[in-house]
C-alpha cells in the first residue's frame, strides 16, 4: 500500500520525507490557505523538489479550464512522471481527465463520495480515486464500504486505478484501509508518527536498553561529577550539610589518603536524632558507629553494581579507583543507565 503524506506545513513536509519511504505528498488549496500560503506556484516548485511524487489541485469548472490549469502547471517545469493532477469528481472532471490521461498525465479524481461517481472516474482511466473517509463518517454514512465496494470495482474489472484512502482522523483509519486493501492512502503527519506507538513496545524497548546498559555501561560513567566526602574530623552537622549540597542520602567517610572508612546516611542522620536530639547532631564523626560502606570499583559493569545493591541491601555504593574515593552510585541512578 502507497504512503502518502496529506500536508501543506512545509516543515512537517521535510522532516516526514527524511523518513525515506514514504510514496509521496496529497496537499490542497484549503492546505496552503490554512498555512498562510499566497504563492501557489512558488510553493508547488518547491515542493516537487522534495517528494517524491506531488498531488496538486487542478481547477477549473469546465474540462477546457481543467486541461488548461494543468497544462499550465505542466510548464512550470513540473515532471509528468512525478506530479499527479488532482480533479473534483464531476463529469467535466471525468471528460478532463480523460484527455489529460491520453496525454501522459497523472490524474486523481477525488471528493469521491458514491460507488457511482467511484465508477465514472475509473471508466476515465483516473491514476487514482479518491474517497473522503473521514467527512463520510462525519455525515452518518457508511465510508468503510464505500471503499471496500471501490477496490472490489477495481479488483473485479480489472481497472487500472489506484484506490486512495483519505480523510484520514485516526490511527483506527490506517487498520481500516489494510483491512480492506486499498492500494493507497494519504495521512496527516500527526497521524503517521503514532503509527509505531504502542504501549507494551515502549515497555519492552526500555527493558532491552536497560538490559543493555547493565552490560556494556562501566559505573565510573554513571557517578556524578560531585563527590560527597568528608573527614572523620568533622561534626554531623558537616555531613548534613554536604550530603545536601551534593544531592545525595549519603557521605563517604575517608582517611587522609581519601581511602572510604565508613558511610554516613540520611538514615542514620534519623535514628541519631531519635535517640540523642540535637546532641546527636553536635557529635563528631568519630564519636559514631559508622557502617563499613559497601564500595565498587570504577571499572566493573552496571551489572554488578546491581547485584551489589540487590546482595546488600543498601542503596548507595561507593566507587572506588586506586583505593582512592571518586564518588558514589546511588541505587536511582541505575534507572539513568538506559539513556546513556
Given at each position: 500500500?502507497e ?8 516543515n512537517?513536509?521535510k ?10 505528498l496529497?496537499t490542497?488549496?484549503?492546505?496552503m ?12 516548485i518547491?515542493?516537487?523538489?522534495i517528494v517524491p ?5 487542478a ?7 481543467i486541461?488548461s490549469?494543468?497544462?499550465r502547471?505542466?510548464a512550470?517545469?513540473?515532471d ?12 467535466e ?15 486523481n479524481?477525488?471528493?469521491v463520495y ?7 472516474a475509473?471508466?476515465?482511466c483516473?491514476t ?24 472490489e ?10 484506490i ?13 484501509a489494510?483491512n480492506?486493501g486499498?492500494h ?8 503517521m508518527k ?14 532491552f ?13 554513571l557517578i556524578q561529577?560531585k ?19 551534593g ?5 563517604t567517610?575517608v582517611?587522609?589518603?581519601?581511602s572510604?572508612?565508613?558511610i ?15 546532641a ?14 559497601v564500595s ?9 553494581a546491581?547485584?551489589a ?14 583505593g ?16 546513556l
Amino acid at each position: 500500500m502507497e504512503l502518502y503524506l496529506d500536508s501543506a506545513d512545509i516543515n512537517e513536509i521535510k522532516e516526514a520525507f527524511q523518513l525515506g519511504f514514504l510514496t509521496g505528498l496529497t496537499t490542497t488549496p484549503t492546505f496552503m490557505h490554512r498555512h498562510g500560503i499566497t504563492d501557489i506556484d512558488g510553493t508547488i516548485i518547491e515542493l516537487s523538489k522534495i517528494v517524491p511524487i506531488l498531488q496538486i489541485e487542478a481547477l477549473g469548472k469546465t474540462a477546457e479550464e481543467i486541461v488548461s490549469e494543468a497544462k499550465r502547471q505542466d510548464a512550470l517545469g513540473l515532471d509528468r512522471e512525478k506530479t499527479v493532477y488532482k480533479i473534483p469528481v464531476s463529469l467535466e472532471g471525468a471528460k478532463a481527465c480523460k484527455q489529460l490521461v491520453d496525454e501522459g498525465f497523472k490524474v486523481n479524481i477525488h471528493l469521491v463520495y458514491t460507488i457511482q461517481q467511484a465508477y465514472m472516474a475509473m471508466a476515465a482511466c483516473a491514476t487514482y480515486v479518491c474517497p473522503l473517509v473521514g467527512r463520510l463518517q462525519d455525515q452518518g454514512h457508511d465510508a468503510l464500504r464505500l471503499v471496500a465496494e471501490c477496490v472490489e470495482a477495481v479488483n473485479y474489472y480489472g481497472y487500472n486505478t489506484k484506490i486512495m484512502f483519505s480523510s484520514v482522523r485516526n490511527v483506527e483509519h490506517i487498520k481500516n484501509a489494510l483491512n480492506i486493501g486499498v492500494h493507497t492512502i494519504t495521512v496527516p503527519y500527526g497521524i503517521m508518527k503514532k503509527l509505531t506507538e504502542n504501549h507494551f513496545t515502549k515497555i519492552g524497548t526500555d527493558q532491552f536498553f536497560e538490559h543493555t546498559a547493565m552490560m556494556t555501561v562501566h559505573v565510573k560513567d554513571l557517578i556524578q561529577d560531585k563527590n560527597p566526602t568528608i573527614t572523620k574530623d568533622k561534626k554531623v552537622t558537616d555531613c548534613l550539610v554536604t550530603m545536601t549540597a551534593g544531592g545525595f542520602g549519603a557521605v563517604t567517610i575517608v582517611d587522609e589518603n581519601h581511602s572510604p572508612v565508613g558511610i554516613f546516611t540520611d538514615g542514620d542522620l534519623r535514628r541519631l536524632i531519635e535517640s540523642e536530639g540535637e546532641a546527636g547532631i553536635n557529635k563528631n564523626i568519630s564519636e559514631l558507629n559508622l557502617k563499613v560502606p559497601v564500595s565498587i570499583q570504577a571499572h566493573e559493569l552496571l551489572y554488578t553494581a546491581q547485584a551489589a545493591f540487590k546482595d546488600k541491601g543498601v542503596d548507595s555504593l561507593v566507587v572506588t579507583e586506586n583505593g582512592k574515593v571518586i564518588g558514589m552510585l546511588d541505587v536511582q541512578d541505575l534507572m539513568k543507565a538506559s539513556n546513556l
